[in-house]
Structure formats: C-alpha cells, structure tokens
C-alpha cells in the first residue's frame, strides 16, 4: 500500500469514515496519481467510496434502494445523446467518458448520467474502481 495515498485518503474521510468520490479526486491531483491507484488503495484500507459524482452510489442505503441519485433526464438535447452514442464502449459509456461530455459540453456531469439514464445506457467502469 502506498502510505502517501492512505496518509491522504484518511485526512478526507467524511464523518461516517467514506472517503466522497469529489474527495478522491482531490488526493489523485494533489499526489499526482492515477485514479485507480487512489481506488485501490481506499479498498485495502477498508474505507468505502462514496457520493459519485455522477450519483450511481454512496447516497444512502443501497438496501433501501437510496444508494444512487441519479434519476432519468426529463429531455435531452440532440447534442448530448449525440455525444454519448458516441462515445459508448461495447454498449456502455465509461465514466471517463461522461466527465470528458461534462467538461466539453459544459454541463454538470450528473446531467450525462440522467441523460445515460433516460437513453438506458449503463455507465461501466469507474475511474476509481468501484464498478
């Protein structure tokens, strides 16, 4: 384990002892690390990731089906569902993809997730290995 990443995993722990996944973001810029590296290191400590960015996990009790926040867009502008068709990888759109739409197409990146969600496209493969 590299003890740089853990050092600063745990000063961004949240009350409950997760480390956000905005948080995350912060140790992979500050150490100049892939975000894998932070992910993996989080797991080996035991520390759970939570509040996705793009609201698939971390909101709440996954039992009571509160984990996610991400809900189906209401409309969705041609340049975005565009912009996902595009991008999708073997049928799905990555993560780094939808923050990459996010960044391009100026928009929140929760908006790419319920535009994801309301094209039925799953999102596969976080930056930080939680899925």
Excluded: N
Aim: glycine share 10%; hydrophobic share 45%; aromatic share 4%.
């Amino acid at each position: 384990m590299d003890e740089r990443i853990a050092e600063a995993i745990r000063r961004y722990l949240d009350h409950e002892g997760s480390l956000p996944c905005a948080a995350a973001f912060r140790v992979v810029e500050e150490l100049g690390v892939e975000p894998l590296e932070v992910g993996r290191t989080a797991d080996e400590m035991g520390v759970k990731l939570s509040r996705c960015q793009l609201g698939l996990f971390g909101y709440g009790p996954k039992a009571e089906g509160r984990h996610k926040i991400v809900r189906p867009a209401e409309t969705i502008s041609p340049e975005l569902a565009g912009a996902i068709r595009d991008s999708l990888s073997e049928g799905r759109l990555t993560c780094r993809a939808a923050w990459d739409i996010a960044a391009i197409l100026g928009i929140p990146k929760m908006d790419v997730a319920a535009a994801a969600e309301r094209l039925e496209i799953r999102i596969a493969r976080c930056q930080l290995g939680a899925f």
